[in-house]
Every structure is written in C-alpha cells, then in structure tokens.
C-alpha cells in the first residue's frame, strides 16, 4: 500500500457493528442527480425523430441533406468525449454536486439554440452543446450516486443510471412521434432544467468532502442522506489531496482498474449495439410491419423493461454474472443476426446491399418468415444487452478506482466510450460495404465472445462491498 493511498485502507463512511442504513432521501438524491442521465438519455434519441422532420424541411427553416444529418446524429459524440475530459477535471476540483450542476447550462443553453436555430451551423453547435453536458452528466452522475449509496442498495441506484438515459431515449421517440424538431427541442430544456433545482437542495457527497476535510459538512450530509440516529463513526483522513501522476500506473490498485475501466467500455461499443438499432426499422419493414417507425419505440421499451429488471436483481445476483449472462445472449443473437443477412443476401441476385432499404427486396414468404427471426434475434439482442452490458460497465466505472484518482480515470474511461461511439456511427457504412451486414454481425459476436471472457477471467465482483474494500482487492490487502 502507498502512502497517497493510505487513508482509502479504513471505510470513509461506515455504521459502528455493520448495521444497514435507514434513510431513504440517499433514494431522493440519486433521482436528482439520475435526472441528468434522462437529459443525456433524451439528447441521444432526439436525432432519431428530428432528423426526419428536419430532412422534410424547407426554407427558412434549416434542412438536412445525407452528408449534414449524418454530422448532426454523430456530433454529439464528439461533443460528449470533451465532455468525459472536462467532467474528469470539473469532478476533482469543483465536487460531485457542483459539476452535475454546471452539465445543466450546456443542456439547457444547447436545446435553446436548437429551438433557434436558422441554419445548420446553429443545429450542429447546439448538439454539440448537448453532447459536452451528455459527456460531463455520463462521468459525474454515476460517481455521486456511487458514494451517497449504502453497498446494500448501491447496484440498484447506480443501474438506475443507465435505466434513466434508456428511458430518455424512449421519451424522445414517443414525443418524435407527435412533436416537430422545435418543440421537441424545448421539451428537452425540461429534465435539465428540473435537475437544476432538485440538486442545489441536494447535498455534496460525503467522501468528497471528507476528502476535502470539512468533517462538519460531511457529517451534514451523511445526516440527511442515511438519517442521524445510526451514530455513524469516521475515520481520520490525514493526507492531502492528490494529484494524479503518471508514476501511479505502476501500482497494481490503479492500472488494474484502469485497464478493466477502459476494457469494459470498449466492449460496450464493440458489441453491436449500433449496428442493431440501425437496421431495426428496415428488419421491422422486412417482417411486413404496418408501421416500421414503431420498431424504435419497441427497443426503446424492450430497453427500459429489462434495464429495470438488471436494477432491481443487481444487489443480489452481482456483476460478474450479469455481465457473463449479457454476453452470451449477445453471442447467440449476434449470430443468428449475420445468419439472418446471409441467408437473405445468398437468396438475392444482386451481390450489392443497400443499407438505405430493406436487405433483400423479394416479397417471398420465406423471407418474411427469416425476417421474423431477425426480429426475434433484435429483441433478444436489446433485452441481453440491457441486463448486463448497457449499464454495469457504468456501474463498475464509479466503483473500482480510488478516490484519488477517480476524476482522471472516470475521465479516460468516458473518453473512451464516447470516441468508440463516435468511430463506430461514422464508419459502420463503410464497416458494411466491406464486411457486408452478416460479417459486420460475425465480427461483433467475436467480441461479445471476448467480453465474456474478459468478464470471467478479469472483472471481479463489487456486490456487498464497501468501496474501499473494491480498492483493497486490486492493492492485493
């Protein structure tokens, strides 16, 4: 153990004989701060339903050609890696509390100049607002929510991160479907601006302000969040804050969570989610849907339900095993999904795919009944992915890295996500034409196999414990 380290040995905040807490307004702060994940959650789906109103536009009002939409969907992701690096610093310096507050201004001030905007410049600089406050909210609220939670309830909350973006995403295409790209962009500036109040009556997370050695307001805000009857004790934290150095990648405690951190974010992106929501319109048009619009909506549900199963299981079934369970149910559909665009493209005359229609334009009941399958294997894919690997890599970031270098690795691993989510949306038509759609599936079922892997032989299980018994298992104590 290093001397930097050694006020992470003893539990910051524990009652005295193990007892469970008793309050429930920890339940009231995680919902403020989970708001903003419901505000990133509605940035992502908002493209989905503005781009096609946007596309049908004419003058003055700003229009959508191929190339701009293409930037206008993808943007935000750059917008969010920037994000992920200023949250990082912000999270350290300014606290937990004061940083999921300022992620309001660039939400806010973003949809403002979407809802103004004459041009595309205008829309494309306010989604790229949008997309710093998606990067700053995704980094700082799962670790506020992480070190107000209690272990006994700390995967429940902190799966309801994941479960809140989810269930922005789904607002944004129900309200798609009656609102125009303007007044669903006003409707974004709500959840932000409901966060802003909520958190300025919310208090700073405890560690951070032991941390930051103000005893009196730690002790404060341990009262209103776990209740003042427990007599919880605290120990002394004697070293000063600090600053993360390359030199402490040598020490077991940070490059191990360091690598898992980053690992499991880059298995996130790699494992097909992209290339499934994109074609789920055109798989729902194969299977002769009335109305293939619907089929995002569908995901969206399918996502919410089973994202609020993995939260409501996650303190009793663990990490490791949901995350295991979410590969290998990715594997299978993943699979069967290239199986799918095989069998459909050896059934056409034309070796070329048009990733703009349906994969195979013969109307033969054969196919129906493939697509069908396809559509199985889609939701399949949607459930899996949403009970293990939508929200405990999220869950895993705010848990395993000690306190002191928390801000800078949360950072890296933010960063990694949002620049694989951006790679991935810009290069998968050129993934396509190269691999063709069942070989761009294959090749995602290869690194579901990976992850499931690197989930049994690397990840270790979080559930039950205190988050500086997380940071002992890596330091080998």
Not at 463 to 469: F, I, Y
Request: glycine residues 10%; proline residues 6%; aromatic residues 12%.
């Amino acid at each position: 153990m290093t001397p930097e380290n050694s006020e992470e040995s003893q539990p910051l905040l524990r009652p005295p004989g193990g007892g469970s807490p008793c309050g429930r307004r920890v339940f009231l702060a995680a919902f403020a701060a989970a708001l903003g994940p419901l505000s990133f959650g509605f940035a992502l789906g908002y493209s989905s339903p503005a781009i096609p109103s946007l596309r049908r536009s004419v003058p003055p009002a700003p229009h959508l050609d191929d190339r701009t939409a293409s930037w206008f969907g993808a943007i935000v992701t750059l917008g969010a890696a920037a994000g992920g690096v200023l949250g990082g610093w912000l999270v350290d310096r300014a606290g937990r509390k004061l940083s999921l507050l300022f992620c309001t201004v660039p939400f806010v001030a973003g949809f403002a100049v979407i809802t103004a905007a004459q041009d595309v410049w205008m829309l494309l600089g306010g989604r790229l607002l949008t997309g710093l406050a998606c990067g700053v909210a995704s980094l700082v609220a799962p670790i506020y929510i992480s070190e107000i939670s209690y272990p006994a309830v700390r995967g429940l909350l902190g799966s309801c991160v994941q479960l809140m973006v989810v269930i922005g995403i789904l607002l944004a295409y129900l309200a798609g479907r009656v609102l125009e790209w303007r007044w669903l962009a006003v409707l974004g500036c709500v959840p932000p601006s409901f966060m802003l109040l909520l958190m300025c009556c919310m208090p700073e997370t405890p560690r951070f302000l032991l941390t930051q050695h103000k005893r009196q307001e730690a002790m404060a805000a341990l009262q209103f969040l776990w209740g003042s009857e427990q007599g919880w004790e605290e120990p002394s934290v004697e070293s000063e804050h600090q600053v993360f150095q390359l030199a402490l990648l040598r020490h077991p405690g940070i490059y191990k969570p360091f690598l898992i951190g980053i690992s499991l974010m880059a298995f996130q992106q790699l494992s097909g989610i992209n290339a499934v929501m994109f074609y789920a319109e055109t798989i729902f048009e194969e299977a002769k849907f009335k109305d293939s619009s619907l089929a995002s909506v569908v995901m969206g549900t399918i996502q919410v339900l089973f994202t609020a199963v993995a939260a409501l299981i996650m303190d009793r079934a663990g990490r490791r095993l949901l995350l295991a369970l979410s590969g290998m149910v990715m594997v299978f559909s993943t699979s069967a999904f290239g199986t799918y665009f095989k069998l459909t493209q050896d059934g056409s005359n034309s070796s070329h795919v048009d990733l703009l229609v349906p994969v195979s334009a013969e109307p033969v009941d054969t196919n129906v009944g493939l697509a069908w399958l396809a559509v199985g294997s889609m939701c399949l894919f949607i459930a899996g992915f949403a009970i293990g690997w939508g929200p405990i890599p999220w869950l895993l970031m705010s848990e395993i890295f000690p306190l002191h270098v928390k801000g800078v690795a949360t950072g890296v691993c933010v960063l990694t996500n949002w620049l694989m989510a951006f790679l991935v949306t810009k290069e998968f038509n050129n993934l396509m034409e190269v691999l063709r759609p069942y070989g761009a599936f294959w090749l995602a079922s290869a690194f579901c196999i990976f992850s499931v892997l690197f989930t049994l032989f690397w990840v270790p299980e979080t559930k039950g414990k205190t988050l500086e018994q997380i940071t002992a298992h890596f330091e080998g104590r």
